[in-house]
Each structure stands twice: as structure tokens, then as C-alpha cells.
């Protein structure tokens, strides 16, 4: 099971694309909607989530979890504490923890990006405390997985996906979608 957190005000980008991805690769995604069961995004989209907080479930089937950007999207997940728990669980077990353009600076607050290499949408590197903060689009350090933005989308999926099922599964789905790196 992977979590992917949705609060109004997300990246639709950012969260959807990742998602689409990973069924792609066959790995068991849900939605959780921090805002409600209907969340709307940054850009007017409206989502139905698949579960709420309250049916979420952190044991040791989850494998992960994934934050999308997104402005008030971002500042809605960090302000809310089952979301801290599901990061705090993901640490504490050695889960993959994914996190894109202004969400990453929720865990530099949290002090879990120090000694880690990480990237995260321009203007946000000052929250990313003690990261090496690269320009890359998506890095890779560990369990944590970060990203700059929407443009990037597919590359944080595919990471994630590398992580979840292998690189090879990864490859091929991005040259099924006629992906060009």
C-alpha cells in the first residue's frame, strides 16, 4: 500500500501523475484526503479521494508515502497531524517517503533532510535545513525521495516506482507513455 496525501489546494500534476504512474507499474495506491472526501486542487480540479484520514491505515503493508506541492496545498498538509504520523511511521520503518516541489520543506522542518542530498521548487531551499540542495529534478537519497515541481512529474513517479517495483518495470512504463529523457 502507498498513501498519497491530497489537502485542497494541491498540485494536481504533481499528485495525479505519480499515482497514474505507479498503477501503471501495478503498485496499490491510495488517495487519502487530508480535506475531506473531495479535495480540490490549486487549479480548480476536483478530486475524489479514495480513503479518508480516519480509514487510513499505517502498519506494515504501507509502503511509502507521497506529499504533492501546491500552494495552500503544502502549508494544508503540514498542518496536519496524521500526516506528521504517517511520515513519522515511514521514517521510524524505513518507508519510502516522496515529496514534490513546496512539500519538501515539511520534512526539512522536521530536521529529516539533514546529511541528505534533496531538491525542491525554487524559493523553498531555505526550509530544506541541513540538505545539500541540488538543482536536479528529482533526487534520490535513501528512502527520501524529492522533486522540483510539476514538470518533473513522471521523473518522481518513475523513482518512486524504481524503489517500489525495480528499475526495469520503471523503464518500461516510460517508454510505454513515449517518455524522452
Same mark, same amino acid.
Given at each position: 500500500?502507498?498513501?498519497?496525501?491530497?489537502?485542497?489546494?494541491?498540485?494536481?500534476?504533481?499528485?495525479?501523475?505519480?499515482?497514474?504512474?505507479?498503477?501503471?507499474?501495478?503498485?496499490?495506491?491510495?488517495?487519502?484526503?487530508?480535506?475531506?472526501?473531495?479535495?480540490?486542487?490549486?487549479?480548480?480540479?476536483?478530486?475524489?479521494?479514495?480513503?479518508?484520514?480516519?480509514?487510513?491505515?499505517?502498519?506494515?503493508?504501507?509502503? @511509502? !508515502?507521497?506529499?504533492? #506541492?501546491?500552494?495552500?496545498? /503544502?502549508?494544508?498538509?503540514?498542518?496536519?497531524?496524521?500526516?506528521?504520523? &504517517? %511520515?513519522?511511521?515511514?521514517?521510524?520503518?524505513?518507508?519510502?517517503?516522496?515529496?514534490?516541489?513546496?512539500?519538501?520543506?515539511?520534512?526539512?522542518?522536521?530536521?529529516?533532510?539533514?546529511?541528505?542530498?534533496?531538491?525542491?521548487?525554487?524559493?523553498?531551499?531555505?526550509?530544506?535545513?541541513?540538505?545539500?540542495?541540488?538543482?536536479? @529534478? !528529482?533526487?534520490?537519497? #535513501?528512502?527520501?525521495?524529492? /522533486?522540483?515541481?510539476?514538470?518533473?512529474?513522471?521523473?518522481?513517479?518513475? &523513482? %518512486?516506482?524504481?524503489?517500489?517495483?525495480?528499475?526495469?518495470?520503471?523503464?518500461?512504463?516510460?517508454?510505454?507513455?513515449?517518455?524522452?529523457?
Amino acid at each position: 500500500m502507498f498513501y498519497v496525501f491530497l489537502a485542497n489546494g494541491f498540485e494536481e500534476i504533481e499528485a495525479l501523475a505519480p499515482v497514474d504512474f505507479l498503477k501503471r507499474m501495478g503498485v496499490d495506491v491510495l488517495t487519502v484526503g487530508v480535506s475531506g472526501k473531495f479535495v480540490c486542487g490549486a487549479h480548480g480540479i476536483n478530486v475524489e479521494a479514495d480513503i479518508l484520514l480516519s480509514e487510513m491505515n499505517l502498519n506494515d503493508k504501507l509502503e @511509502g !508515502v507521497m506529499l504533492p #506541492g501546491g500552494m495552500p496545498g /503544502a502549508d494544508n498538509l503540514d498542518k496536519c497531524s496524521d500526516v506528521h504520523s &504517517a %511520515i513519522d511511521y515511514c521514517v521510524d520503518n524505513e518507508k519510502i517517503i516522496g515529496v514534490i516541489c513546496a512539500a519538501p520543506f515539511i520534512l526539512g522542518k522536521k530536521g529529516l533532510l539533514k546529511g541528505k542530498k534533496a531538491t525542491c521548487f525554487p524559493g523553498f531551499e531555505e526550509y530544506l535545513e541541513g540538505a545539500e540542495v541540488l538543482c536536479d @529534478g !528529482v533526487v534520490c537519497d #535513501g528512502n527520501i525521495i524529492t /522533486a522540483k515541481g510539476a514538470g518533473v512529474a513522471w521523473e518522481f513517479g518513475a &523513482a %518512486i516506482g524504481v524503489q517500489l517495483v525495480n528499475k526495469q518495470k520503471s523503464d518500461e512504463i516510460l517508454r510505454a507513455i513515449q517518455w524522452k529523457r
